[in-house]
């Protein structure tokens, strides 16, 4: 049985929304599937989802990491300093309209980052989509926050129409520049966060060990972003925090570097951190051009 207003909150944003095959428009029926005029459905799942990918999607991002994720996010304080700076720029673009908005959370994974930064920013006007490929991730995004819309979705080809979103968030995410584009309204404004040289170093130092191959370069990625947008701000956020030793294994579980690591490297890690956990990262605030 789907949710009655889960659905509504679907009905309202299905103009935002298309259909992966054919690209045409779609429409809510029956208060339970999404579908276009050549009869493509999707259906809304009985978590509050859709799931708009056309393709199985193999991906090792599991139930276990997203887990991990939710558990950092949520409640330890390791991302708050990035959460607060996000949530302010767009109190600042968002806080005097009375029109209802649209945030896309592109990569959204199990959607705390998302569900955080809507929080804090405390526009009431704005509603929140979450995409990802991953379906583990959405499921769990769309059993633990009812107030978004999650979405099963390729961002290689997004399901959503154009100029349709006020805002697009991109965290630590790949990006498909050209598709941002022609998502977001002209007046739109997107914000990406990409790691610096010092994001989670306690951690790769311990797997990696300590040299110069594992810092992470940003030039790159920011001129990519400068060819698609006009950068208007970048905000560099750095902060040590003090972990909870019980929130390490998560800190592990959660992060990808940890694939290739093997187990004695994470015990290690645990067992000689002193608890200390670097954020380091730069946030780019982009228009349209
Ligand atoms: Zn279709």
Known sequence: MVNQKIAAKFKTISTSLK???????????????LLCPNRHTYDI????????LNHSAKNRYSKTLYKAREKIIMESELF???HDKISAVIHDYF????????????GCGEGSHLKKILEKSGIGTMTGVGVDISKAGIEQAAKNYKNELWLVGDLAKPPLADQSFNMILNLFSPSNYREFKRILTSKGIIIKAVPRSGHLKEMRNSFYGS??????KNDEVVSLFRKHFTLTDTI???DVRKMDESKLPYLVRMSPLSWD?????????????????????????????
């Not at 799942?45 to 708009?52: A, D, L, P």
């Not at 806080?95 to 592109?106: F, G, N, Q």
């Not at 040299?211 to 992470?216: A, D, I, R, T």
């Open 19 to 33: 259909c992966p095959l054919c690209q045409e428009s779609l429409d809510l029926v029956q208060y339970k599937s």
């Open 45 to 52: 799942s009985k978590h509050g989802y859709v799931n708009m």
């Open 80 to 82: 708050d300093p990035l």
């Open 95 to 106: 806080a005097h309209s009375s029109t209802p908005s649209l945030m896309l959370d592109a």
């Open 211 to 216: 040299n110069e191959n594992n810092l992470y």
């Open 236 to 238: 560099h956020v750095t």
């Open 261 to 289: 690591s093997n187990q004695a490297a994470i015990h290690s890690f645990i067992g000689r951190n002193s608890g200390h956990v670097t954020l380091d990262a730069d946030i780019l605030i982009g228009i349209n051009k």
